[in-house]
């Protein structure tokens, strides 16, 4: 039988423990080279929504083959993109265009018989593998010690980050930033009340860092979140893009790495013509800088023991949550699966309508 | 709902004129810059069959974004690779492990709302579109009387390539040839009985050949198929891969035009200890030569008026059926789909199964 899981049943059996765990056995596949991951692929053309406005629709794609799980998968986006004003400004949204609902799945297969195993939603899988990967950066690179964390966001992701640092590290207190007051304060007593953590909203970003063993952002921004001033001996910070990190952080922090130095991203864009021009950044990461590279490790490595974590208390190190992988959703959708059919969750669907008597 | 057809829903619904149209009108749209193909993606890594025994397991995935039809696709791979040997020859074979059966998937989404609307297993379209690229490539290049059609191969995919080119010209005469003399007469037999056509069995190649308006090659061969001898003025030539096409015939010809001259191809290769290595021969079509170049066009290009056709009746002509796009399965899966709603034929699956209220 085919399982079709909910994110409601994902989210009774994916714990951030069990996220952690499947990841970390994954990255040591792949530095072992018995893992492989494929490129991600964006293709993005013009269309238009059903009421005939223009927009952008966007097909995404990233697999990735896991044999000591036994399993591969493939993570699907299909995605209306509108350009909303909000504020003065126009933002690039994901519209719940399906009858008021998001498009990503992910199909995991059996590498033993070529059979689909399981089909469900992506997204607590997705919020879930982000927040591990930080984690793993956090046990591989953040002081054993880490007792404070600072927390740049309050959204989405920033809820999956506080729960990882905390599954890895004794975090007694979190101070959070984000620029809405109102956001920033739900977001402490949500935290809180979910953590049982002592967990205080700051007035600025300066305040959230000062004197923080770890430093995290999780947000959107397209600007530096991650300032050069706040690295001191010992200091660990993350981001969940690359975006938010300073140029000068990466040079002046002792220790860096990325979840992945290989991954790459392959974009296809024939764009409506209403969508805006969004202006492409050079970063410190583009062109890859030889110099820089010979001091990057990633997950990978560290996990299969090719590079080090931190070595010495003192030292002030990066995490970069670059990119995702879809072998994330292979190491993950693989321990979903057995526990969900353990358990007995989904709807069975039988695995001869996913089949066929002809080789195609 | 989200439709679940099988293959044999699919045979009921697309018919090789059906398939030629939907293709030609996607061809067009690609021309103009108005469709999306993805790169075909290729993972392939050492795993074990359910008996231990040692093989390859190979995920690939391929995609496209059709506007104009409101849909794109993904197909999907997983396939068990295994290395049996057949009359002293080691052949790479792709084995049904899947309780007896093989896995490939089609999965359509709207790009007006991004849900799934349609899930199917991919084998009838897949020869189905194969065949179709094929019969356009004759509506374009081959003499609109072509009357006699050789064709070398009698496997899965050359009962597909008859079908194709009696859908586009006035095929009066078939004569067939491949190595096993009884292969070649069943597939005789079957496919006059199929098609009411007169279809004999060649003795060789060269008997088959001789003297037909139209030669195509349907064999899964690495060395070539199609020769040089065999150009004379108004012939057209057919190849479903590159590897068919002897280098001299390519120079000869007055005229050749590729399945697509835009899509890649990118492979990942981790195969088991056991698996027999294969040496990849470099050919006449890599790297690209820019005199070749300049002389090859494509279906998009021809479809859409930016290259020619035929434009003489004494003309040689070559089309190489070089390698299949996603694109195919969203022009001929929405036009599936649509057949299928409208006869009420598939499984229905809420599409809440396959959406979410979380924005991925």
Redesign the interface.
Known sequence: MTL?L??EEIAQILTMELCIEALDAMYVEVGR???????R?D????????DGAAAD?G?K?M???L?SN?V?A?R?????ITWPERAGFIRRE?T????G?????V?L????????LM?A????M??TRVAGASALGARYLARSDARTLCLLGSG?QAEGQVEAFCAVRPIESVRVYSPDPEHRAAFARRMADKLGKRIIAADSAEAAADGADIVAAATNSLDPVLQPEWIRPGVHLCSITVNEVHPDVVDEVDRVAFHTKEFTK?Q?F?PAAAAPVVQQRPGWWTPPDAAFRSRLSDLSEIASGHATGRQRSDEATLFVNNIGMGLQFAAVGSRVYEEARARGLG?E?P??????????
């Open positions: 079709v909910s994110n080279g018995l893992a492989l991951a494929g490129p692929i293709l993005v053309a013009g269309t238009q929504t059903l629709y097909l794609a697999g990735g083959v044999p036994g591969s493939v699907l986006n299909s995605d209306i994901k719940p265009a399906a009858n609902r998001w498009v990503g799945l199909l297969f059996s590498t033993r018989t070529g059979e689909p089909i939603p992506d997204g607590f997705q919020r989405w392959e296809t024939r709807h669907l695995t001869d309508w996913f089949t066929q008597t002809v080789r195609p």
